[in-house]
């Protein structure tokens, strides 16, 4: 392999590093509206009236728009496979705001600060209602959130609003309660994990213009374009052929742009004035009225027998999806999916649980997309079962996790909202995964801890984890490569680069199936005018699902390429050769250049322009896999922490580009840090967060991060593009159960609640020695 | 913030005058928290050309002018003869370089914050303060009363030391807000212990520095008879960053620690 | 008002509200390399260099600079393009939002300290906050330019 599985610099690096025009806001025009929007201060309350009055009279003011100025068509605003998964229970403005920080109005004038004075200005009139604050009260519960009666499912999902759950679902193999019974050692505990925000350093950002041919055209910061340009069309009434939507870079996005946030008000803005908008989020916007992780509960119970065999596994999830469904049922369906097969070996499983309404930000896709939920749960649970059974918790993995050729019924099980697909692991190291992570990490050494001094103890602990790579038969990506005279390539791909990298991964494998050097191919992505189609950066999909799109098309132009040079070289197809850069007549040795065979097809004889064209669904979604390995020190007086290191050992088939791909693993372990032991969206008692800032809501910083070590197992996926899966979650999921479980090898507590903190831990610390 | 005019003061007096004006007239210090007021300003009043910037020794005192930045200080070698560095390893600590780069000695001591990571550093050093109008006064009374009123700090005087002090600011990520602040140092004036982000502004334990200040030698068992008692004087509270309970847990053990440090055992 | 800057050792007149903040200046005149992340001192994409020094714009106001010299990434083009190449091969660049910001302050930085320690640069560069590397990549591309720069 000339060109994948190296590493070769992102084709869009230098450009972005030396301040090129790149990104959204950069792209907006200079006369553009500024549009700003009215934010409720209340977590539940109907609008009674508002009096824009004063705000229409200031200067500079275009318009304001109230819940009245839009079609009432209840949507989704998630970025997924249509019809969605996600019920359609958002209008674009409501008469009912449902959380602190929802649209109330929204304005578009000629300044910043025109516009936030008129926001001002508006007068209203708000009837207050109660709040759900508590998601364990929320089913059930007298307040409903939704009480309309347009809003519905778009299929079964479990959505009864009038009993504030969004999905619901319940899956079981096998009788878990028998197995429970007859298990030797049985483990029961509820974990709880937080919201979590993506802080993607670029804010929410898109703009507006009407095109000469008098098109709707916007700039937008998304993962998702062309879910976008759909919405946009089904909710707003233009014709999606008056529609172009256009992803410049953007600056992160970890699911949080896997929806849409300030498209709708834009587009709409623009096409009636005609005149150029554009909208930034604050980040305080961002904080409080994008998106967060879902806040879950998870009761797990585990059995097993004596000699270590896992025997059952009972789960039942309560996740709060906030004031709208978005992303609910798929995200609480990965807390089981993709977690729950790694103990294949079970005599049964349970998975069911409900996905509730509360007033809360809405919670949507977010990297590891409830995985990250369930695998806390889970292989905190495994460490726990492993302690009462007296066991090695590396050896009892090894005993009952996945290995290769193997498979797990609930694959066929459990899709997304659909029923899922068999498959067996063709390509799965797990098993190498932990043996070189336990290495790696010096385990044998250290576990379970080691007194350093008076004060501090240094301890390790692990997880295991696996995600998928993209949703079968619903995701879909496809490519476009048109060859150039001079020889060298457009790559046209639908797929969206979101920081990830996947421009240059994508342009690596046509390189590579071209034999030709990655300077040929010039790659276009993410413009729904201009490039075909794809579902967008999500679900760990681009490297596998659009990776094989541009494999595809990559073969089907060199097939053209070698029919047009055995026509010129009078030769048949068979008989010709073709090395990249030269075709050969195998019989006479005559030959000629791609260079001159492309000029000859442009200008000279027999022209025509060669574009090859194809697309790809997955028939099954390969999971990577991976071990992750911590080691603190940790303060038994203070409960302080600090990573040591964080040793990951990745399966993700062939890793095209292994520095992206290590990218890719660390950026989500540290995330998964973050989660773990920092980062918390705190709610007041009054529903309003009072950590909508970067002084409050603390990521981790370089100066936490000491040393990852980041590695890949060998390993070769058949159906993936040169043997690769995707890499784009799996990275996140460890962390929080790897920390929970060293935290308990070092002071042996059991923290069942993210973040970690070392308060938490300190309290936990005094409870137990009142306890003995 | 919402500023009508902007004056770049050509004299202290004028400065002072400006600010007597009316109650809606301020003075800019660094800037790096003025993105967190919501206030309207009338005049801010620049103090950028009154040269007040600049770091000296006199007679056993290291003078620091009010607008010096934080950054200056931290990098500045004077700095290195007052308790072993320790506001080097302090101001270190605060945010980033960026930030440092803007805010100054003078508006992180007139904020009164009380997350302010520098007051209790220089609360337990002798640390005196030079307004404009009213003169030369002490932090600690500066601190605890509002006796200086509208006035512009121009300089903040610390006595030179020898002997090691002991800071310590817990917090979640470099980047944060301390959850609490402990300080210790042992001179020739004795004991001093403060605590700040407590999360209200820095407090001394006078107490526990009196009874430490009043033994001939000072122990295990002292340190922790000291440490105990700064739990019970001063007084701890909740935020979102900690419970009092969690505070008070901290304040001991670094206490104890804090003094084991100076006292080297 | 009027001020004058000195941007990327050019001479111009802005028109400028008392209490506008250099970001918005900034990119009200075309220079987008300067960014908006938090818009209070946490993030770092903001950061311009003001005599040389590094300061988060989105708090400083642009009546300030009046006179002074800005620097953005635009202005050390060469010295970026450089820095760009140690991060290309670390795998450290990512979505890239905060790279302009960043080169400039490494660049900062190299002015400043003489062979600083790891952890020293570490500490410099703490409120330029990465939420896509995990920042070992950056850390060791950082570390090779600069041993390759000194």
Same mark, same amino acid.
């Given at each position: 392999m000339k060109t994948v599985n190296k590493s070769f610099p992102s084709v869009d690096g230098k450009g972005i590093m030396m301040g090129r025009v790149a990104f959204t806001d950069d792209y907006a025009l200079q006369n553009s509206l500024i549009v700003k929007i009215l934010r409720s201060p209340h977590p539940y309350a109907k609008i009674k009236n508002i009096d824009a009055s004063k705000a229409l009279a200031l200067a500079g003011v275009e318009c304001v728009l109230t819940h009245k100025d839009f079609p009432r068509i209840p949507f989704t605003r998630a970025g997924q496979g249509y019809p969605e998964p996600s019920p359609h229970d958002k209008f674009i403005l409501d008469e009912f705001v449902r959380y602190i920080g929802d649209e109330v109005a929204v304005v578009a004038a000629t300044s910043n600060d025109i516009c936030e004075e008129a926001l001002s200005l508006i007068d209203v009139e708000y009837e207050v209602m109660d709040p759900v604050l508590n998601f364990e009260e929320a089913i059930d519960s007298s307040h409903i959130l939704h009480p309309e009666p347009e809003i519905h499912e778009m299929f079964p999902i479990g959505f009864e609003p009038l009993r504030n759950i969004a999905a619901s679902y319940h899956m079981h193999i096998g009788d878990v309660e028998l197995s429970l019974k007859e298990s030797d050692v049985v483990i029961q505990q509820s974990f709880y994990t937080q919201a979590q925000q993506h802080t993607a350093l670029e804010p929410h950002t898109v703009n507006a213009q009407m095109d000469y041919q008098d098109r709707l055209v916007l700039y937008s910061s998304t993962q998702t374009p062309f879910h976008v340009r759909r919405i946009l069309s089904q909710t707003l009434g233009i014709p999606l052929s008056k529609i172009r939507v256009i992803k410049p870079r953007v600056g992160g996005g970890f699911g949080g742009k896997q929806a849409l946030h300030g498209e709708m008000f834009v587009s709409y803005i623009t096409y009636k004035t005609k005149k150029p908008s554009k909208i930034v989020f604050t980040r305080k916007e961002v904080f409080e009225s994008s998106y967060t992780r879902h806040p879950m509960r998870l009761d797990i119970k585990l059995g097993a027998d004596k000699d270590g065999t896992l025997k059952a596994i009972d789960c039942y999830v309560l996740s709060d999806t906030g004031a709208y469904g978005e992303h609910a049922l798929t995200v609480f369906m990965v807390a089981g999916s993709k977690v729950l097969p790694l103990y294949n070996k079970v005599d049964s499983v349970r998975f069911h649980g409900h996905v509730v309404y509360t007033n809360h930000t809405p919670a949507g896709a977010f990297r590891g997309y409830g995985a990250i939920q369930g695998n806390y749960a889970l292989e905190s649970a495994v460490d726990m079962l492993c302690r009462k059974l007296h066991m090695d918790p590396i050896e009892f993995r090894q005993k009952n996790m996945m290995k290769e050729n193997e498979t797990s019924p609930i694959f066929a099980i459990m899709g997304e909202g659909t029923e899922g697909t068999a498959m067996n692991m063709e390509s799965c190291k797990l098993d190498y995964c932990v043996k070189r992570g336990k290495e790696l990490i010096n385990w044998d050494s250290i576990y379970p801890h080691k007194n350093v001094s008076r004060e501090k103890i240094r301890s390790v602990g692990m997880a295991i984890a696996m995600q998928g790579s993209g949703i079968p038969y619903i995701d879909m990506g496809s490519a476009i490569i048109k060859l150039n005279d001079d020889g060298f390539y457009n790559l046209l791909i639908g797929a969206t680069d979101i920081g990830q990298g996947s421009d240059t991964i994508l342009a690596q494998i046509a390189a590579e199936e071209l034999m030709t050097s990655l300077d040929k191919v010039i790659v276009y992505s993410s413009d729904t005018d201009l490039t075909p189609f794809d579902t967008g950066a999500y679900a760990s999909s681009t490297t596998f699902i659009s990776g094989n799109a541009v494999l595809k098309a990559a073969k089907k132009m060199k097939g053209l390429l070698i029919e047009e040079a055995s026509k010129v070289l009078k030769c048949n197809v068979t008989e010709t050769d073709f090395d990249g850069f030269t075709f050969k007549n195998t019989v006479n040795d005559e030959i000629i250049n791609l260079r001159d065979l492309s000029n000859r097809l442009t200008y000279?004889?027999? $022209?025509k322009q060669l574009v090859a064209d194809s697309s790809y669904v997955g028939h099954k979604s390969p999971p990577p896999f991976m071990a992750g390995f911590i080691e603190i020190l940790i303060d038994r007086e203070t409960g302080e922490i600090e990573i040591e290191n964080y040793v990951s050992v990745v399966d993700c088939g062939t890793p095209l580009n292994p520095k992206l791909a290590q990218g890719q693993v660390e950026g989500g372990i540290v995330q998964g840090l973050g989660m773990a032991l920092y980062e918390n969206v705190i709610i007041s008692s009054k529903g309003k967060n009072i950590t909508s800032d970067f002084l409050n809501y603390k990521v981790p910083t370089r100066m936490e991060i000491k040393k990852l070590v980041t590695e890949f197992a060998e390993s070769y996926e058949s159906s993936g593009p040169f043997g690769a899966k995707s890499v784009g979650e799996i990275g996140i999921d460890t962390p929080p159960a790897a920390l929970a479980n060293a935290i308990e090898n070092a002071l042996g507590v059991r923290m069942t609640e993210l973040p970690m903190t070392p308060e938490k831990i300190i309290r936990a610390l005094k409870a137990k020695e009142k306890r003995q | 913030m919402k500023v009508n005019t902007y004056m770049l003061a050509t004299s202290l007096e004028e400065a002072y005058l400006t600010l007597q004006e009316t109650t809606e007239n301020a003075i800019l210090g660094g800037g790096a928290w003025m993105k967190l007021s919501t206030k309207k300003v009338n005049t801010l009043i620049s103090l950028d050309n009154l040269g007040l910037n600049g770091i000296k020794e006199i007679d056993g005192w290291i003078s620091i002018k009010s607008m010096t930045t934080l950054r200056e200080i931290e990098t500045?070698?004077?700095? $290195?003869?007052?308790g072993k560095g320790v506001l080097s390893s302090c101001i270190n600590q605060i945010m980033g370089v960026t930030i440092r780069n803007i805010a100054t000695i003078g508006g992180s001591i007139v904020s009164k914050f009380g997350f302010s990571d520098l007051i209790p550093v220089l609360l337990v050093l002798n640390t005196r303060l030079v307004f404009h109008k009213h003169g030369e006064i002490s932090l600690k009374s500066f601190l605890e009363s509002k006796i200086v009123g509208r006035d512009i700090l121009t300089e903040v005087l610390i006595k030179k030391c020898n002997s090691p002090v002991f800071f310590k600011k817990v917090k979640t990520t470099a980047l944060d807000f301390a959850i609490l602040n402990i300080c210790v140092s042992k001179t020739e004036e004795g004991f001093k212990i403060a605590l700040g982000s407590r999360p209200g502004l820095a407090e001394l334990a006078v107490q526990s520095m009196n009874y430490l200040n009043q033994l001939n030698t000072v122990s295990e068992n002292e340190i922790n008879q000291a440490a105990s008692m700064v739990v019970k004087e001063i007084h701890f509270s909740s935020n979102q960053r900690a419970q009092k309970e969690y505070r008070e847990q901290l304040a001991e053990v670094y206490v104890r620690r804090g003094l084991k440090e100076v006292l080297s055992i | 008002m009027k001020i004058s800057l000195i941007i990327n050792g050019q001479l111009r007149f802005v028109e400028v509200e008392p209490g506008e903040y250099l970001l918005d200046t900034l990119r009200k005149i075309n220079?987008?390399?300067v960014r908006r992340g938090c818009d209070n001192t946490s993030c770092g994409v903001c950061t311009v260099l003001i005599e040389g020094k590094p300061v988060p714009s989105c708090s400083y106001l642009s009546v300030r600079a009046d006179g002074k010299s800005v620097t953005t990434v635009e202005g050390i083009s060469d010295e970026a393009e450089k820095i760009s190449a140690y991060f290309g091969d670390e795998g450290a660049e990512q979505c890239g939002f905060c790279n302009p910001s960043l080169a400039l302050t490494v660049y900062a930085l190299k002015k400043e300290l003489i062979h600083p320690t790891d952890e020293q640069v570490d500490q410099y560069l703490v409120s330029n906050l990465c939420r896509c590397t995990g920042y070992i990549s950056q850390k060791k591309a950082i570390k090779n330019y600069l041993g390759d720069q000194s």
């Open positions: 000279n004889e027999d $022209q | 500045s070698p004077l700095i $290195q003869s007052i | 220079i987008l390399s």
